[in-house]
Structure formats: C-alpha cells, structure tokens
C-alpha cells in the first residue's frame, strides 16, 4: 500500500495522502457553514496523519487562508459579512497572533510544543462544547417554560452574556449595523486579541474561538457571526501563512492538495446557511466540537499507554467526523436547493 503515502519534502514524512483530501473537502464544507478555517480538526488532523505539531500549524494556515477568501465573498454576497466590525478587530487579531506564533516557537525550543497545544486544545475544545450545549438547554428550558405559560416560544433564547458586556460603554461607542450591534470600540478588539493569541498557539484562523464570542460575548446574529469570523479568519490566515512559511514550518504540498478540494466544499458550506440557521447551526457546532475532541483524547491515550492500535482509532475517528458533517451540510445544502427551486417554479 505505498502508493497511498506521499513524502512530504519539507517535513520530511510520508503522509496518507487520501486522509489529506478528505480533510481538505470535508473542513472546506465545514468551514464554510460554521465561518471558521476549520483548523480545530485539520490541525490536529494533520498531527494525527503524522506531521510534527508545528507544520501541522504551519499547514492548516496555509491552505486555511485561501479557502476563507473563497467563502467570504460567498457570505458577502448573502449580506453576512460586518467588514466594519471585522476591520475593528483585525488590530487585536494581528498583534495577538504574533505573540501566539512566537510563543510555539518558544515552546518547540523547550521541546513541549506537542503536549502542551494537544491539551490546550482539550481544554479549549471542552470550554467550547459546555458553552453552546448550555447555551442549547438553556434555550429549550425557556421554550418549556414559555408553552406552560400560553406564551409565544419565538423570542425565547440561551446565553445572553453579551447584553453585560454592552452595558460597559467605554468610549468610543460605535454602531456595527449588518450585526445590529451597538457597543464600546474595545470589546471587539479584546476578543479579537484574545482569539488572535490562541490562533497563534493552536495554529487556527481564531475561528473555533472567534465564532461563539462574536455569538455570546459581542452579540451577533448567528449567520453575520459567521460570515464576519471568515473574514477575520482570511486575514489572519494571510498573515499566519507568511509568519509560519518565513520560520520555515509550512509543507506547501500538503496545503496545495487540501486547497483543491477544499476550495470546491466552501462554496458548498458558504450556500448551505441559506438553509440551516440560528440554533441549528450551533448545535452541529458542539457536535464537531465533541468529535474532534474524542479524537484527540485517543490520541494521547495511544502514547500514554503504548497501544499504537489507538492512533488508528483516533486517524479513522477525525476523519469519521469530518466526513459525517460534511454529509449532513451537503444533503441540508442539496433540500434546501430543492425546495427553493420549487418554490421559484410554482411562482413562476
């Protein structure tokens, strides 16, 4: 079966080369529904196809940078995209993903890169998860509540932490009118510095992060939360590609192949939140959330307790869950099509 790995002339390492494609349409797909790069799977998917941690960061953000441009003129055009607000942010963003760049550096110096972004990710990914579940529950329990009570479950909703952070109005105050925000200049720019940081030490476009806080903590619609975080995730991707290649941690072959495909599955994801929206969005969120989440945890138990049969587990696992999302997206993507085809042909 050697034909099925391909050497890697930077990394140096032979590399299941089908795995590469997947991931490359799979995140495409994905990326594009949920407005992120996607490297909260592909970074540690790359790992687990056998990249050293660091040009799996280097990897993902190369190839991550040309696929968010693609679905952000998609989004654009349904009118998802706050390009103010995204500007705003851009200044945290950039300068948080420096400090968190030089930071791997350091770590990879120490020789504790591996261990320390694989449990970062851990904790991140299991923040994540409580977040929008809570979030989910609390949303039902209202509905619950408000039906017992004869009343009308429409305006019922989950976490709102964003309304408390709108109450600190420190100047300059400013209108965000696609996300119909209004609020202090400086509560985007803190989580765009704060994403920009972990960006920068997990190797990802801010997005997993970047997406529930402009959700909870700077309240935007979820359909503008995603578009605006792909813009975000395309400038910092830009910007991460050109930091990692110059420290000479970017496998470009890798990042050309997962493109190609993934290039073709934004388009597809971008289009696909016509059709699914609000709640329905955040929960296949927590669900790739978890999955991925899984993966790693099998993972480090490979390592801790010598079963290499583990690595296999969790390299079919990632790819099970990138392909299973990839699925639901593409058939909600292909109904909703159909239904708005009908739709135009009975009118018409």
Not at 56 to 82: C, E, P
Request: glycine share 14%.
């Amino acid at each position: 079966m050697e034909w099925l790995y391909v050497l890697m002339p930077i990394a140096g390492v032979k590399i299941f080369w089908p795995g590469l494609i997947i991931l490359g349409v799979g995140v495409g797909i994905i990326g594009g529904f949920f407005g992120m790069g996607g490297a909260w799977m592909v970074t540690p998917g790359l790992n687990i196809l056998g990249f050293p941690m660091a040009f799996a960061i280097g990897t993902d953000i190369a190839h991550m940078a040309g696929k968010s441009l693609i679905s952000t003129m998609r989004h654009g055009k349904f009118g998802n995209v706050d390009y103010k607000l995204g500007m705003i942010m851009l200044v945290g963003t950039v300068v948080g993903f420096e400090i968190g760049a030089q930071m791997v550096m350091w770590l990879e110096r120490l020789g504790s890169v591996e261990k320390v972004v694989r449990y970062l990710y851990l904790l991140l990914l299991g923040g994540i998860a409580w977040m929008v579940f809570h979030d989910i529950n609390m949303k039902k329990t209202k509905e619950a509540l408000m039906r017992a009570a004869g009343q009308d479950t429409g305006e019922a909703t989950g976490i709102e932490w964003h309304k408390k952070l709108h109450a600190i109005k420190i100047p300059p105050m400013m209108h965000f009118n696609e996300a119909g925000v209004y609020c202090s200049m400086w509560l985007p720019v803190a989580v765009s510095f704060a994403t920009g940081c972990l960006a920068g030490i997990l190797g990802i476009g801010g997005g997993l992060i970047r997406m529930p806080s402009l959700i909870y903590l700077v309240g935007c619609p979820t359909h503008v939360a995603v578009g605006t975080d792909l813009f975000e995730v395309m400038i910092s991707g830009v910007y991460g590609a050109g930091t990692y290649t110059y420290k000479g941690r970017t496998e470009l072959v890798a990042a050309v192949i997962m493109l190609i495909g993934a290039s073709m599955g934004a388009q597809v994801g971008a289009v696909a939140t016509k059709y699914i929206k609000g709640y329905g969005i955040r929960y296949a969120f927590g669900l790739a959330v978890v999955g991925c989440m899984i993966s790693i945890i099998l993972k480090l138990a490979a390592k801790q307790f010598a079963m290499p049969i583990l690595d296999g587990v969790s390299t079919f696992f990632v790819l099970a869950v990138v392909t299973s999302l990839s699925m639901y997206i593409l058939l909600k993507f292909i109904a909703g099509c159909k239904h708005e085809l009908a739709v135009k042909q009975a009118r018409g």
